[in-house]
T-cell receptor, first 111, second 113 residues
Framework: QKEVEQNSGPLSVPEGAIASLNCTYS??????FFWYRQYSGKSPELIMS????GDKEDGRFTAQLNKASQYVSLLIRDSQPSDSATYLC???????????FGKGTKLSVIP | AAGVIQSPRHLIKEKRETATLKCYPI?????VYWYQQGPGQDPQFLIS???????DKGSIPDRFSAQQFSDYHSELNMSSLELGDSALYFC????????????FGPGTRLTVT
């Protein structure tokens, strides 16, 4: 079982809708959680970071963390065609430098 | 804002050759990370450096080595290249080990023929 699990998608949503992306992790020592957006052939771009339970909002993006359930999610409100990309969930263990990524969820926003 | 700079952006090598990838972190960032991303795969951590010392090591082959220099730039040296080394190689940087956000560079696409 991979340490970080994501539905590979594709997840298709109409323009203007809310896209909901989910991620579960297996290592209870995970301390830091990140969402990256990656366009095909490009580098991962940091969208959100979250470290404590609850919600964190930044513009159209909201990250949610539930450490008890080992679950992280990303909500994208008012989805735009330019949001179409692969979204990577990444976790970092306390005391470690490395990020462990999920395989990513491919999001397609339909105009 | 300044970003992570990687060079070269594209590199074509033959089997058994060597390659050197360079990374220039965001100004004032002192921690550098290297990741490898194969086709259709997620990024895999290779190695990291904090204040010019190796700070963590992942699935880096023994044929690869890396270092961080006094100006904080880093180089990844790859020898005896194999076809399976063809991938995107990303460098990321952060401001110290206690600020956790890692910012990725544009990557170097290595093709081994």
């Amino acid at each position: 079982q991979k340490e970080v699990e994501q539905n590979s998608g594709p997840l298709s949503v109409p323009e203007g809708a809310i896209a909901s992306l989910n991620c579960t992790y297996s290592d209870r020592g995970s301390q830091s959680f990140f969402w990256y957006r990656q366009y095909s052939g490009k580098s991962p771009e940091l969208i959100m970071s979250i470290y404590s339970n609850g919600d964190k909002e930044d513009g159209r993006f909201t990250a949610q963390l539930n450490k008890a359930s080992q679950y992280v999610s990303l909500l994208i409100r008012d989805s735009q065609p330019s949001d179409s990309a692969t979204y990577l969930c990444a976790v970092k263990r306390a005391g470690s430098y490395q990020l462990t990524f999920g395989k990513g969820t491919k999001l397609s926003v339909i105009p | 804002a300044a970003g992570v700079i990687q060079s070269p952006r594209h590199l074509i090598k033959e089997k058994r050759e060597t390659a050197t990838l360079k990374c220039y972190p965001i100004p004032r960032h002192d921690t550098v990370y290297w990741y490898q991303q194969g086709p259709g795969q997620d990024p895999q951590f290779l190695i990291s450096f904090y204040e010019k010392m190796q700070s963590d090591k992942g699935s880096i082959p023994d044929r690869f080595s890396a270092q961080q220099f006094s100006d904080y730039h880093s180089e990844l040296n790859m020898s005896s290249l194999e076809l399976g080394d063809s991938a995107l190689y990303f460098c990321a940087s952060s401001f110290g080990p206690f600020v956790y956000e890692q910012y990725f560079g544009p990557g170097t696409r290595l093709t081994v023929t």
